[in-house]
Every structure is written in C-alpha cells, then in structure tokens.
C-alpha cells in the first residue's frame, strides 16, 4: 500500500478523542461483564454468598466444573458437538461446492431459478418448520441419532454454503476450465482438477460459518437431540442450568466448559473468523 | 461477476446439472417438504403424536387473531426485530466509526466487542440470567450499592422485554460493526481530502460522503438485524421461558410452547406457516426498498 491511500489523520480535538476512547472502553467492559461474572461464579461454593463482582482469588471452588461434567454430561454433549459439528461441516462443503457448480457455469433460466430458490430458503425461520420436521424425524426414527442431526444442521446450512460457493466460483477465470477442457479433460476431472484446489478461500469461510451455527444450535437440537446421552452442547448446557439453576456455581462452570472450545479456536483464527462471518453476513 | 451468461464452456452440457441434485435432495427432504407439510398441518387439527387428525380448514388461523397470546407474541416479535435493529445500528455504526480511526489496540477492542457473536445465544443468556438473577445476580449488588431496591428484573414484563433485546443487540452488534468497519474502508479516501480542500468540514464529510456510501452496509446490517431479532427464540427460552404468563413470548417460542407444552400441533403449525410469511414478506420488502446491492465479492 502507498503511503496515499492511507487514511487522512483526521483527528478529532482531545474532549472529543477521550469521548470516543471511553465509549470503546465501555462498550469493551459491557462485552466481557458476562464472561467475568460466569468466571467469578464458576470459582465459588454454593454457601459462597459473596458479590459475582468479587473474584475468588484462593480457594478456587473446582468442584463446580466436576459437577457440570458428571451431573451435566459437559464433556460427553462437547463429544457429540463434535461429532454433529464435523459430519454436517463436511457435508455441507462437499454437497455446496458441488451445487455451486453447475450454477456457477451454467446459467440457463432454470438454473437461476434453483438458485434463486436455494437462496430463498436462507430466510425461513428453524421454529417456523419445527413442527413437521420434529414429525417427519421421529416417524423416522430419526431423533436422537447423529445421522439425523448431521443432516438436518446440513439442510439448514446449506442455502448460504451453496449462494458463496457460487458467488466465488462466478468470479474465477472460466477459461482456465475451457483450456483445461480444450486439453481434454472431461468436466469431472475440470471440476476436481483445477476449480476444487482454487476454492481455498471461500472454503475457509463456510467452514467458519456452518460450524459456528451447527456448534452453537440450540433451537432445533434442542428438540432433535433430546435424550441425556445424545445432547449436544448448548442444549446440555441449558438445560443442565434449568435444572441447577438454585447450584449457580456449576451452572457457571457448564457455561464456561461450552464456550471454551470456541473460543481457542478464535483466538487462534481470529482474522479469518472475523473475514469470514463478514462475508457471510452479506448474502 | 466476471462470466458472461453466453460464455458456458464446451463441456458443461446439461449433465452437469447432476452435481446440485444430492444438496436439492437434502433441502428437498429437510426444509422443503416440511415447509409444505407444515401448511397441511395447519389446516387439521393435530395433536402432534395421535395416528388421527381431521382436516379443519382455516379454523386455526382464525382462531389466531383471536388469541391474545399471539397477538402478545407478534406484537413482541416487532419489538424484539426492531428494537434490536435501532440499538445494533446506533452502537455498531458508532464503534465502527471509533474504530475506523488509527487508535492504539482498536484490533484489540474490535476482537473483544465481536467476541459473543460466537457464543451460543443460549449459553449468552445463561451468562446474564446469572447476573440478573435476583439474590445473587451482581445487578442488583450494583443497584443496592447505588441506594436502590433489590429487583426481580425478569419478573416485570416490561423490563424482560427490554433486557432480551439488550442482550441480544449487545451479543451481535459486533456484526453491524464489521459490517460498517468494511463499509468505511472500502470509501476512497481522495473524497475526503477532496472535500476538505473545497472547505468541507468534519460534518459535512461525514453527511455528503460516509453516509451515502455506506449505504449497502446500511441495507445489509438492517436487514440482518431485523430478521435476527424477528427469529428470536433462544434467549427469550433462556431468560423467561416467555413468561411472566404468556408476555414476554415471540412468535417461535410460542410455537414450541404450543407443540410441546399444550399439543396443538396443527395450531402451532399455523403460527409458523404465519411467522414463515411475515419474515419472507420483510425480508422481500427491506431488500426492494433499500435498493440493495450485493457485495458478492468475497
């Protein structure tokens, strides 16, 4: 970047910086409050009756987090998150990149149309279908199985997977495929030779997206996932604190155990993660 | 888009189409088919598990209108779409600008504001019942230290409603600020020094420029937001169950109430078909009359 395109130093005088410096800092201090008052609850006994705002600095109170892992089920719900999380993230790549596709290079009217449709199904609200689905799912015997959540959260994610997957495949050369297909190639091989090894990016983005809301689904998993053993994570975490509600400190500590996985993995892929809901968002 | 619609390659015949049909019969089966099932549903009158049910007509969107509960619900889910939606733009365009600026540790202060965007909304709103419980939520240790009075906060209508779209605007606003972060860079910045040599001041930069081309970001972020706000279910279940009574309900809690709680499957079907509707209709409605563009470029 030239030293040109760079923002003009348009400063403010200083009452108006350390205004705007506060209203960062306190929307700062409002996003963490949450986190640290289930951070100090976590660390207390149940007769610990002292403030949420005061830590506990000694006597960490560790058996919460044993509570909401034997009463709670955390780490067995944290298993079948996995699990779900995993199988419908593949699925969802897989089965998106290869509607993409054909959308993406043949753009007769009816492929529009399914296009269109596909796109037009991001907006339907989970609860809108959940009586039929729930039906459909236990005629099936379908609750309470990992195939059935995998392929449920897949439907569910697979509207925006397939409308970024086209949009990226939309803005790649064509004729790299044309040459390819000029060599000889067959449109299979056109496919999984040269257009899969350059989907990297928007790949990353829809795993990003579909494992956040696979991960994090509690309207449906809620009711399709809903012996004790098959819970998956926000579900147990729910409801292991409905029914603990009166134990705040285990209830705490199942919240804090539900959120950690996500939250190493932003630390990590902060960048991506943030680049990549964006795209999302933008459908 | 680069292609033009004429440019189909040699060897995408119409066999290609093949590769969309596995992910067509996986939406097909699980959001089609109950979409359309969910219609017949709602003109029986289905206790949800007995094999008989009788065909009722409209019966069950009559008796809708009728219902003070959903009319409660309906009226809730307007509030909770735009309640959420005025907060998030107002907070989020205002951190976006803040931090639009060259301010030490804004990568920090972006991360941390956009942090509970990955939370479950349930587990959020786990995190604040704790603190808004009312013997031991640190709330009402604030309020008692300031020389009020001990508080049921989400006993009062009223305040639960506000406090569910407190909490959900503060859990998602970092969305409305990257999406606004992306807008203001992507805003050449020759027209700020443009304007400024033909004497513009801060404010009038910010009015003739900043605003109209925020404009996709606008329409993007609202939208987002309302449709976000109208779906709401999971902190409504985790922060009143839809009660005190039956008014802090939105439309989607109140039809798994109705499935699960009270067995009237066909009449919960019909709510959804309704909620279907309603969103569809804004969401068609938003997108025409903010003139959206896309930003398909990723």
Redesign the interface.
Known sequence: MSAA??????R?PWPGRLA??A??LV??L??????Y??VT?AMKARSD?S???LPRLTGIHWQNFATAIEQGGILRAIGNSAIVTLGATV?VCV??A??????????TLS?RL?LAG?V??I??????????????MSQWHAINTYWGMI??M???Q??LA?F?YT??M?????SI??AA?VDG???VQ??FRVVVPMLT??TA?VVILTS?NV?????LSV?LMRSPEMRT???A??TF??TTSSD?GA??AA?LL??LP??VV?LVL?RY??KG???G??K | MTTSRSSIPRFAGRGLNLLYLPALAVLGVFTLWPLVNGVMLSLSNWDGYSPERSFVGLENYLRLFDDPNFRTALGNTFIYGVGSTILQQVIGLGLALALDRSVRGRNVARAIIYLPVLVSPVVMGTMYYLFLSYNSGGLNDLVIALGGERTAWLSDSGAAIALIVVVNSLQFMGISMVIYLAGLQSIPTVYYEAARLDGANAAQSFRHITVPMLQPAFATSIVLNLIGGMKLFDVIQVLTAGGPGYSTHSVSTLIAKMYFGSQRAGYASAMGVVLFLIIAVFTLLLNTMLNRRRLEQL
């Open positions: 395109s760079v923002r003009p130093a348009v403010a705007i410096g209203g960062v929307a700062v409002l996003q963490l409050l949450p986190f008052i289930t609850s009756l403030s949420q705002w699925l089965l998106g290869l509607a993409a596709y054909p959308l993406a290079r043949r753009s492929n399914v596909v037009g199904l907006m339907i609200p989970p609860l809108s279908i959940l009586v039929p689905l729930y039906s459909m392929l449920v897949t439907a569910t697979l509207p397939i970024l949009a990226f939309r803005a790649l050369p064509v495929e044309e297909s190639a067959s449109a056109v496919l990016p928007v983005t956040v991960w994090n689904d509690y309207a009711y994570i926000a579900p975490t729910a604190f409905s705040v209830a705490a919240s539900s959120v996500v939250l932003y902060q993660f943030i809901m964006v795209a968002s933008e």
